[in-house]
């Protein structure tokens, strides 16, 4: 079930980039070139409801990039959510973009993920997986200072008795520039989407150098 709604998606994904990109030349959205150098924090808030277990967990991430060349960029994340169950992960990998306008960015992300669970009672869990993101970044029509990102990931973490075992996610993400090198950033996540049974949302900063 999951493969099939990660398939669809991610088709979605992609027949949205192209419409996106011919709304772009359309509607004369203004050009921007994005920033892969940032440092992005923020608080999460998220809502756990599965198999009996309702959690509501809290806490801060700190996401990473650095481009290595106009194309190619590294992207890092790390976060650390607590209530009954405490959950750190660290996540790191390459990433390509590829320009599908003067306003829209098509990019993917592979991630090597550690994960770490320490259940409140009980012994803590950890390890090691993986993490595939395909994106897109486009101007807002209306505002020039207004971008937006949607996401799409699949994640295989093999801890808390499947706990992160083939999960897809989705972000929609907000970006506000403040100032010319400081954005705030919203997000608004639905995780696990095969059985859409978690929410999140992410209220925080972002610094590009």
């Known amino acids: 079930m999951r493969k099939q709604v990660a398939t669809t998606l991610a088709g ?3 027949a949205y980039g192209a ?3 011919q709304a772009a030349a359309q509607l004369h959205l203004p050009a921007r070139e994005f920033s892969y150098d940032y440092v992005e924090g923020g608080v999460v808030l998220t809502e756990y409801d599965r198999d009996g277990l309702d959690q509501d967990p809290v806490g801060p991430r700190i996401i990473g990039s650095t481009a290595l060349s106009r194309h190619v960029f590294v992207r890092g994340e790390a976060s650390y959510l607590t209530d009954d169950i405490d959950v750190t992960t660290l996540a790191v990998g390459p ?3 590829l320009p599908a306008g003067s306003a829209i960015d098509l ?3 592979a ?3 550690t994960r770490d669970t320490d259940p ?3 012994s803590s869990e950890s390890g090691t997986g993986y993490q595939v993101t395909a ?3 486009h101007s807002c029509p209306l505002l020039d200072n207004m971008a937006y990102t949607w996401e799409i990931d699949y994640l295989d973490v093999d801890t808390f008795e499947d706990f992160d075992d083939g999960v897809v996610n989705l972000t929609a993400k907000g970006v506000y520039a403040l100032a010319p090198q400081w954005d705030a950033v919203a997000d608004l996540q639905i995780n696990d ?3 859409g049974d978690e929410l999140g949302l992410v209220i925080g900063g972002r610094y590009n150098f």
Request: glycine content about 30%; charged content about 15%.
């Open 193 to 195: 989407a095969g059985d």
């Open 111 to 113: 991630s090597l993920v």
């Open 120 to 122: 409140d009672g009980g």
């Open 19 to 21: 419409v996106a990109a």
């Open 95 to 97: 990433g390509v973009r």
């Open 135 to 137: 994106g897109i970044r």
């Open 12 to 14: 979605g994904l992609i």
């Open 107 to 109: 990019y993917g992300v």
